[in-house]
């Protein structure tokens, strides 16, 4: 008799997504657990293999969403004793890192992506003309002090006021109102791309420092470049979140839509 064709794990990675799409997957799971009371305040989660089971998630994907949430102060990983949920409240999880499935419904996000990738370059390059000493040396205060952050919402905070002293220092205060107004939008995307990104502090440290070198050096091609390279990378990371997200989310489900395969 011939056999029979095996069933598909629920995890996405039998649907050909993105690594960070199925850790995605992963902490809305989880998440959804711990907000439906399932998991309750200090109490203990189940053994790795009982929990990715409960959740139909392979072992490295549920592993990812538990060092996201522990990131983001919803679980607190004790070696040798366990994962537990902390002591805060659901309001405190939805806060801190909210859905990525909500941002891929907001239809304004991509624009202000586009937005800020045509306008922050051309800041940064204005600004390299402008800077004084006490701006420079306090963006590379900022950086220093980025280096050592690890909570999600801290590092963007830190990382806006970055590139809004950047603005800042054109002098140009209509361009800074625009780029306050469009960075703001997009802080909730970075906020989830902090707590996902594994690499994130190196990374972030790397593509500052060029921009900070830039702007001591005066060099307004430079300081473009290096602003719209950073710039672009973040948005090319959210947008390939969102349209994984987007394709994978209940209402495409019900229309049949189903994923293509990434290679």
């Not at 053994?47 to 392979?58: F, H, N, Y």
């Not at 994130?200 to 091609?221: G, T």
């Not at 948005?235 to 987007?246: I, K, Q, T, Y």
Request: with cysteine.
């Amino acid at each position: 008799m011939p056999k029979k064709p095996m069933a598909k794990k629920r995890d996405t990675d039998s649907l050909g997504e993105s690594a960070g799409s199925v850790v995605d997957v992963a902490i809305n799971r989880l998440k959804e657990r711990i907000e439906a009371g399932e998991f309750a305040p200090g109490q203990r989660l189940p053994p790795e293999m009982v929990l990715a089971g409960e959740l139909e998630l392979s072992r490295p994907s549920l592993r990812e969403a538990v060092r996201a949430l522990a990131m983001a102060g919803v679980l607190d990983v004790r070696r040798g004793d366990g994962t537990y949920v902390t002591d805060l409240r659901p309001d405190r999880l939805l806060r801190a890192i909210g859905s990525f499935l909500d941002l891929a419904h907001d239809t304004g996000l991509d624009e202000m992506l586009e937005c800020r990738k045509v306008l922050e370059p051309g800041a940064t390059a204005l600004a390299a003309t402008r800077i004084d000493e006490a701006t420079l040396d306090a963006l590379r205060g900022r950086i220093e002090r980025m280096r050592t952050l690890h909570d999600p919402e801290e590092l963007v905070r830190e990382d806006l006021a970055f590139h809004a002293d950047i603005v800042a220092a054109t002098g140009n205060r209509t361009l800074e109102s625009l780029l306050a107004s469009v960075t703001q939008r997009t802080a909730r995307a970075r906020i989830w791309r902090a707590l996902v990104k594994s690499d994130v502090l190196s990374w972030s440290h790397e593509q500052h420092m060029d921009i900070y070198r830039a702007l001591r050096a005066r060099d307004s091609l430079a300081a473009f470049t290096a602003a719209h390279r950073h710039v672009d990378d973040v948005e090319a990371w959210v947008r390939e979140r969102l349209d994984a997200v987007r394709e994978h989310s209940p209402e495409a489900d019900a229309k049949g839509i189903r994923m293509e395969e990434r290679i």
